[in-house]
């Protein structure tokens, strides 16, 4: 079983949609998460970070966290052609040796005009 | 505020051969991260380092790859002898390592490693 999972898609939605993108994890020591955006053949840009459970919002994304059900969540509003990428969520632990990234396999949005 | 530099962006090498790959973090971070992504995988992890200091190399192949970051200069990824398998996108990120958002990683635009 990987540490996260991630539905690959492709998710296709109409201009203005709200998409939800969802990863499940099993480690419950991770305490930071994280989703990336990644348009093909460029490097993952940081949309949102979170510590622990909770919302955090920024312009039209929602980063939802629940720590209970080892269940993350991004939405975004009013979805853009712009926002037609892949969708990468990360993790990881809170203090240790270490600060690396557990990755899912990303999610291939395509927004329609 | 430049980000997380690369290079070179695209590198081909003949089986055999050495490839190095330098990463400059962001101005002000002093840990870095490097990170593979294969064809239709995911993004892994390989190495973490800070100045003069390898933290975590449990993502690192056992033989060929060694990685460096000096007091002066970029992070070094070295792979000697590649092999066609080594063929990826290789990535680096960079961290404050301090404050309330420590360990937020922010990456470059890799390099595209291709093997002959």
């Known amino acids: 079983q990987k540490e996260v999972e991630q539905d690959p898609g492709p998710l296709s939605v109409p201009e203005g949609a709200i998409v939800s993108l969802n990863c499940t994890y099993s480690n419950s020591a991770f305490q930071y998460f994280m989703w990336y955006r990644q348009y093909s053949r460029k490097g993952p840009e940081l949309l949102m970070y979170?510590?622990?459970?909770g919302n955090k919002e920024d312009g039209r994304f929602t980063a939802q966290v629940d720590k209970s059900s080892k269940y993350i969540s991004l939405f975004i509003r009013d979805s853009q052609p712009s926002d037609s990428a892949t969708y990468l969520c990360a993790m990881t632990r809170y203090g240790g040796a270490t600060n690396k990234l557990i990755f899912g396999t990303g999610t291939l949005l395509a927004v329609q005009p | 505020n430049a980000g997380v530099m690369q290079n070179p962006r695209h590198l081909v090498r003949r089986r055999g051969q050495e490839a190095r790959l330098r990463c400059s973090p962001m101005?002000?971070?002093?840990?870095v991260y490097w990170y593979r992504q294969l064809p239709e995988e995911g993004l892994k992890f390989m190495v973490y380092?800070?100045?003069?200091?390898?933290?975590?190399e449990s993502g690192m192949p056992k033989e060929r790859f060694s990685a460096e970051f000096p007091k002066e200069g970029p992070s070094i990824l070295r792979i000697q002898q590649v092999v066609r398998g080594d063929s990826a996108a290789y990535f680096c990120?960079?961290?404050?390592?301090?404050?309330?958002?420590?360990?937020?990683?922010?990456f470059g635009p890799g390099t595209r490693l291709t093997v002959l």
């Open positions: 380092l800070q100045k003069e200091n390898i933290i975590d």
């Open positions: 101005k002000g971070h002093s840990h």
């Open positions: 979170t510590y622990s459970s």
């Open positions: 990120a960079s961290s404050p390592g301090a404050g309330d958002n420590y360990n937020e990683q922010f």
